[in-house]
């Protein structure tokens, strides 16, 4: 990440969004979340969610209305200061469905037909296999050249997205002269894929259907303890990272992300300690870390006015950047503006 922070006087735009889905997990939070948080200090960052990408599965109206709410209190909660950063909901800056309009009639059915994600989601959801899941890494595309974004937090499974909305926006710079900031994916570093508590080898998600396999940024401690207590281990009895030890080696992980210790520290700090112990410190090294989290979300939570204002002011100052951004492009392609 240290590479990345760079000093005041040259900040880079950085640009995420998170979909509307369930609470993130100890693993999204780990993954991605707490980067974010940590990026947001030194660079200047927008965030968001992304709702209009949630429509693409249909969502039941009161719950999706409902969870959108929930991921931006808990993009405050987490620490981005809506002072100094963006923090903002997607569809309620109108140039990011104006722009991935624009777009898509800059991508070409077959390059999008490639997309993997897309021909998975396609396969797994034959009953609704509907032209916004075709279109969505336009949409995403849109999303990042809005704001000049030049670095973008993501997954890995949303490397394709970047390099497709790489491709589209050279294509249009090409075409029309510089125009976009071509932008670069920062994928996290592999040892913050954090796994399942109780199948290690799978990674920890927020649809498992068995809750002790994953954590939720909003468990309260005594749920933490337990599920850390039944994290699946392995019979040698002895902290170290090594192949075959999957579910030690996810608890390393995780102890290593809340505490900043690396592996060698960690192992000596557990010499001759049992795993009981270990999983106790790991959980109460969660706690301590979810606790602020959780503390501040419970409390904004309650404050739906300051809630609500937040939203207004964050979507204000992104649709300034993103109105200029469309005025721009539409400019350039022709239409009347
Ligand atoms: N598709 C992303 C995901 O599921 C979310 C997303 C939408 C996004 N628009 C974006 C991420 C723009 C980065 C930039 O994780």
């Known amino acids: ?31 991605a979340l707490k980067n974010w948080k940590e ?59 104006q722009l991935a309009w624009i777009l898509n009639c800059y991508t070409q059915f077959g390059e999008a037909s490639r997309m993997t994600q897309f021909k998975e989601k396609a396969a797994a959801h034959e ?6 899941l075709f279109a969505y890494p336009v949409l995403m595309a849109a999303d990042i050249l809005l704001y000049n974004s030049d670095f973008v937090p993501v997954g ?71 599920k850390f207590k039944s994290a699946v281990t392995d019979s040698e009895a002895c902290v170290r990272y090594a192949e075959g030890k999957d579910g030690i080696n996810n608890l390393m992980a995780i102890y290593s992300c809340c505490t900043g210790r690396d592996f060698p520290a960690i192992e000596k700090e557990f010499e001759g300690r049992g795993y009981g112990d270990f999983k106790t410190a790991v959980a109460e090294a969660v706690i301590e ?30 649709r300034a950047i993103a109105a200029k951004t469309l005025a721009k492009v539409s400019k350039k392609v022709g239409l009347l503006v």
């Open 1 to 31: 990440m240290e590479s990345h922070l760079s000093p005041p006087e040259k900040k880079k735009r950085v640009f995420s969004l998170i979909q509307p889905t369930a609470m993130p997990t100890l693993g999204n939070y780990l993954g």
């Open 39 to 97: 990026m947001s200090e030194l660079n200047d960052c927008i965030f968001g969610v992304a709702d209009l990408h949630a429509l693409t599965v249909r969502p039941e109206p009161a719950v999706f209305r409902r969870q959108s709410l929930e991921i931006f209190a808990m993009l405050l909660s987490i620490g981005l200061d809506p002072e100094k950063n963006i923090v903002f909901v997607q569809s309620r800056v109108e140039q990011h469905a």
């Open 127 to 132: 009953e609704n296999v509907n032209v916004g």
């Open 156 to 226: 890995e499974d949303q490397r394709q997205h970047l390099e497709i909305t790489r491709d589209i926006a050279e294509r249009f710079n090409q075409l029309y002269g510089r125009t976009f900031t071509v932008p670069e994916a920062y994928i996290g570093k592999v040892g913050a894929r954090i796994m399942s508590l109780q199948d290690p080898a799978k990674k920890m998600s927020k649809s498992d259907l068995n809750p002790k396999a994953s954590v939720s940024v909003l468990d309260e401690p005594e749920v933490i303890l337990k």
């Open 289 to 318: 870390e979810l606790r602020p989290v959780r503390e501040s979300y419970l409390s904004l939570m309650k404050d739906s006015g300051y809630l609500a204002a937040c939203i207004d002011a964050g979507c204000g100052k992104a």
